[in-house]
């Protein structure tokens, strides 16, 4: 611990009183990621009944790798008529071969489907950091390995649904549109699909324009793994196609991730309807860092609450509310943290933020790092190389905030920290809960009862305590207020899917 | 010869705060017999009634909401209480709107049995729809159901004391607070039934009740940013339905329908009831020395 001390002894950059250097001492080696092996064909068309078919106007547009600006390939454009047939197609299974398979069948294909993903992970996380911008070490460690579990998990509940649902006979509700976002988009494909199939219903989904490519690949898989036609139909396309979805009038159920004003135009659109819904919407997470924390344990866990998937995290913790006592040391702390993290290219091992989604995010995010300064608050970005192409964001901080600061109230869904300050307790909790959001929150101290205590005071559908982001299928997610409607994940998440 | 005795008749106020105001419009309309006579002059509450009683709600939110699980159960279970203990007065209340006698007696009784039910939920509810999830990381985690908030609700219109009974008990039964309209036809039983909370240890703001026109206020309880759920149990007229639905989504507001015809059948109680106004909260802490 002494060694800075001694000249002779080499810097030793784990030391916890010493800003972290990695830097000078070590330099990183490229760790591409082999991708070849991953193949991704010129276009995709739609997967609709079993089949890949062309889209009914024959238009498709491009997908680009964010990291680059290099375009990967071509979607189909699913227009109404394309929508239709798929809704048709998914009606017919749900009323045909996929309600006379037992329960026990009907599982078995799904388990059929998360082997099949352990099987093919490296190439999906290849592809998933290729068309997302995320870094290879996440879409490798955390997002595959979950949409197998997740897989794996509502798996087993196909035949045991009664015993999630005391004194009810579930009954599945019929044909799901199911729209999901650009952050995760194989795991959100995974929260959508698993439940609705253990339910015994069938699914018309729809991947993000920016990010479908590991939805067709699934396509594939579905295909191999044979799935009756039908059961799952996959139409990409923009906000049009999942427009046409929402208001297809033969779809019992639509789930949705995205953002809050998305969500409250669907929940908009059905008025009206007894189209049952779930709504994963957005979030501004708050973490509460008392003085009896453990403080680099809590430094760590807000750099995965902010920095994981550059900040593309409807739970993700952007907003820091440190115990004045210790909010000059936790910030530098912080400040030290950063500039160790590495930005770039997603499929490089060592690279701990990769690339913006898209350009439009990239602008986004750029928007609200100027309004941040305008309102007065100060900027602080780590030095770090970013490469010249593509869509890069510097980590950043922001510190001298108030509660009302655009920044602090709004989701900015990039790589963006806020820091304030509380005394007690008390103004921690009203802080937290000062926004119209409600998805996920957290907590650092050492004291047990404080951690139930500010944990209940705190209105969100998820309490992290001691760490931050996890995530598991076996643990239901979603928000309390503005943050959604109905949970996905563990036993709760099948209630998305059945009957009142 | 003795003068005949001239009875004092009651005046029926709405029910905020633990008070008995009139509303603040000065409105009122006609509650009428099963003949056509004059029962009562009910209030018609406006939207700052509405909103009133939103804003005393929230504040009786946090301390109902922190109640054990064991003084809600007794709470109820109080309620039901007094209501046995005032069976003449709803008798009176019920018969000249068109209650038999054994039906109002079944009604009544039927009342004070689900106020039972919903009180031994209140415990219960929690140990069989929250759990332990068991995760694969090293951490323990676990979901519990805490309450929505404020839910704003109707009242069901045909079945004035029963149908009351029975929305509100689930609603409260799990924590949260709420702003009720009474059925339009027939406001008074829901007056007096106020009575009888604000004789059983109910905080006031817990349970607010109001009287007057759905058709006037189904557009503010639906879009009132601070109310988390909306809920009802009668077919509305389907540009009612829309417009509640519509509004809801100004603040992702949980909108429940419960289509209930017979408030005595066995599907109208369930445990569902009350999860139907709950929010799953999942809490990780990792596991370690």
Not at chain 2, 27 to 51: E, H, M, P, V, W
Not at chain 2, 238 to 251: C, G, Y
Request: proline letters at 5%.
């Amino acid at each position: 611990m002494s060694n800075t001390e001694t000249k002779d002894v080499p810097y030793k950059p784990t030391s916890p009183n010493s800003k972290l250097d990695f830097a000078s001492v070590w330099e990183y080696a490229p760790a591409p990621q082999d991708s070849d092996f991953a193949e991704v064909k010129e276009k995709y068309d739609l997967f609709i009944d079993g089949k890949f078919v062309k889209p009914s106007k024959g238009r498709y547009f491009k997908s680009t790798n964010p990291a680059n600006e290099e375009v990967i390939t071509e979607f189909a454009e699913a227009t109404q008529k394309d929508v239709d047939k798929a809704v048709k197609a998914a009606r017919k299974a749900f009323e045909g071969e996929w309600s006379r398979i037992s329960a026990k069948e009907r599982g078995k294909y799904i388990y059929r489907i998360a082997r099949m993903i352990q099987e093919r992970a490296r190439e999906f996380a290849i592809l998933e950091s290729m068309d997302g911008g995320k870094p290879i070490r996440e879409s490798r460690d955390v997002d595959i390995p979950l949409v197998a579990a997740y897989f794996f998990y509502y798996a087993g509940w196909a035949d045991k649904l009664e015993y999630a649902f005391p004194g009810k006979q579930p009954e599945p509700l019929g044909v799901c549109g199911q729209i999901i976002p650009w952050n995760f988009p194989l795991l959100m494909l995974a929260w959508k699909i698993a439940p609705a199939l253990a339910t015994g219903n069938t699914v018309v989904l729809k991947p993000a324009e920016t990010t479908s490519l590991t939805a067709l690949k699934f396509a594939e898989l579905v295909k191999d793994c044979g799935l009756p036609d039908g059961v799952v139909n996959i139409v990409t396309g923009a906000g049009q196609t999942g427009a046409e979805i929402v208001n297809h009038k033969d779809v019992d159920k639509i789930a949705f991730t995205g953002s809050t004003k998305v969500g409250k135009l669907i929940q908009s659109s059905l008025a009206g309807t007894d189209k049952k819904y779930t709504l994963e919407l957005g979030g501004k997470g708050a973490m509460l860092i008392f003085e009896d924390a453990p403080i680099d344990q809590a430094v760590e866990g807000i750099i995965n609450a902010i920095y994981f998937n550059q900040g593309h995290v409807c739970c993700a913790g952007s907003r820091l509310l440190v115990q004045e006592g210790i909010a000059d040391k936790v910030i530098q702390k912080l400040k030290d943290r950063l500039a160790t993290l590495i930005v770039g290219d997603p499929l490089d091992k060592n690279t701990d933020v990769g690339a913006i989604n898209s350009k439009e995010q990239f602008e986004t995010v750029n928007k609200y790092l100027e309004l941040g300064v305008e309102e007065g608050a100060d900027i602080y970005q780590c030095d770090c190389k970013v490469p010249d192409n593509g869509y890069f964001i510097r980590p950043t901080l922001f510190t001298n905030v108030s509660q009302s600061n655009r920044i602090v109230q709004e989701e900015i869904f990039g790589p963006v920290l806020t820091v304030q300050t509380f005394r007690t307790a008390e103004e921690g909790i009203e802080k937290t809960n000062n926004t119209p959001y409600g998805l996920a929150n957290g907590v650092w101290t050492d004291k047990g009862s404080k951690i139930f205590k500010v944990g209940s005071k705190m209105r969100s559908g998820v309490i992290w305590a001691n760490t931050y982001n996890k995530f598991d299928p076996t643990s239901p997610f979603g928000g309390y207020k503005e943050s959604g409607v109905g949970r996905e994940g563990g036993m709760h998440g099948l209630a998305a899917y059945i009957k009142n | 010869m003795a003068e005949e005795r001239i009875d004092v008749k009651k005046t029926y106020k709405m029910y905020i705060g633990g008070n008995f105001p009139r509303s603040e419009s000065g409105r009122t309309y006609k509650a009428l017999d099963s003949d056509g006579n004059l029962l009562a002059n009910a209030c018609q509450g406006s939207r700052k009634d509405f909103r009133d009683a939103v804003k005393i709600a929230r504040g009786a939110f946090n301390g109902w909401s922190s109640r054990s699980a064991y003084n809600r159960g007794q709470i109820l279970y109080r309620i039901a209480e007094m209501l046995e203990d005032r069976r003449d007065q709803f008798m009176r209340e019920l018969g000249p709107i068109g209650f038999k006698t054994a039906e109002a007696e079944a009604d009544i009784n039927a009342s004070i049995d689900r106020l039972i039910y919903y009180a031994g939920w209140t415990d219960k509810y929690q140990q069989v729809f929250g759990s332990v999830n068991p995760v694969a990381s090293s951490h323990f985690n676990f979901s519990m159901l805490e309450p929505t908030g404020v839910v704003a609700a109707f009242a069901p219109e045909k079945s004035p004391l029963l149908g009351l009974v029975s929305i509100i008990s689930p609603i409260i039964a799990g924590g949260n607070t709420c702003v009720v309209l009474a059925s339009e036809e027939f406001p008074l039983p829901a007056i007096s039934f106020a009575e009888v909370l604000n004789a059983s240890d109910v905080p006031g703001g817990v349970v607010n009740i109001l009287t007057g026109s759905r058709e006037e206020l189904s557009e503010h309880f639906s879009s009132h940013m601070d109310v988390n759920a909306m809920c009802y149990t009668d077919e509305l007229p389907s540009d009612m339905k829309k417009l509640i639905d519509e509004n809801a989504s100004l603040n992702v507001k949980r909108v429940v329908k419960r289509m209930i015809k017979d408030w005595y059948h066995e599907d109208s109680q369930s445990p569902y009831f009350v999860t139907d106004f709950q929010e799953v909260k999942t809490t990780w802490h990792p596991v370690g020395f």
